[in-house]
């Protein structure tokens, strides 16, 4: 019973979070050549380019949605330009691949986790900084970071490396769910075993309090915690539901521990070689993607994403303000030295700097 009602609030976040004039966003279809006037007073039909586009994402995912509401965008401003190829669920490949395809123009366009830009793009180092676990304590810090001096950097790195970064997402934030006691103070995961994705961060967390990080496929993770192989996981929250995760925890941190960005990139010789007015339209379309994911769907997610996890019984431990500074102290000394040797220095500057001043 557990299980459908996970499933049924799954599906009922998903038409919330994709909402775009009420409704879920629908992937375009082909459009027809659309007709322009020529010098002898005729018209002419123009032959729309074609835009691969490839996403490790389900069909009803948020950042799949996302890029159908970017498609969308595009077709509504310049009809018939644009015929869309759509590939989901990485049945291309993985992120890796991706990134390759995206680089060699094997296709146009796709969704990639800055986490693992660098596997394509070793140059890229802006993204490392979101990966320290409580250096930024909110998505409105991160966004408002990426708003100015760390989305410059990032864009900028992008494009040197051969890919323009045209939205950049934020959902949700990394937490722990565990089966097996409620978790408000660092000491509260002291022994538990638990699953980590392949995220520095997130595995300094884990040791930070105690816990002992496990390095187990996603596929086989709900396995691993319904026979006892692990208490737990550390993961997005926009996966946690979806996914099922609510079924074999029963408690989960309220802590904002980090966050992966998501990011819709085009190769940018492709972009670069567009029609002046296709060119505009798909930077235009990615800004106004962005604010409508940070407007509708992120908010959407924060206010439901607390009531379906009481809906299926599991806990959500939020610390008081006292609470959450020990896990701010704790894993601040055992971990934050190391990253900031290992950042660029001139960024650990940067980014200190702004977050001083946007908290005071």
Known sequence: MKRVLTLLLALALVFTLTACGGGQSAAPSSTAPSASSNPSGGSSAVAPVKIICATPCAENAPF?????????YVDEKLPGRVTWENHINGEMGSDREHGEYLLSNAIQMS???????????????????????????STDELYAAMDGYLGDKMKGQYNDGGMACLTVFHLGSWEVLNNQRPTYVP???????????????AFRFLEACGAL???????????????????????????TITKGFTDVTKYQTDLYIGDTCQMINMNLAFLESLPKDLHDCLIEAGVACEQHFRN??????????????ASVGVELCTPTPEQYQQWVDVVSKYCWDEFKSQIDPQLWA?????LAEYRK
């Open 64 to 72: 799949q949605q996302a890029v159908y509401w970017f498609q969308n």
């Open 350 to 354: 940067d980014t200190e700097a702004f």
């Open 111 to 137: 969704v990639l986790p800055a986490s693992s830009i660098k596997d394509v793009l070793p140059n890229v180092t802006a993204p490392d900084i979101t990966s320290v676990p409580f250096l930024f304590q």
């Open 213 to 239: 990080p496990a390095s187990i496929d996603m596929g086989e993770t709900y396995t691993a915690i319904q026979q006892g192989t692990v208490s737990g996981l550390i993961i997005s929250t926009y996966n």
């Open 187 to 201: 000491s509260d995961l002291n022994g538990l075993k638990i699953r980590s994705f392949s995220n520095k961060g």
């Open 296 to 309: 509708d769907v992120v908010k959407a997610f924060n206010e439901q994403y607390p009531k379906d996890l």
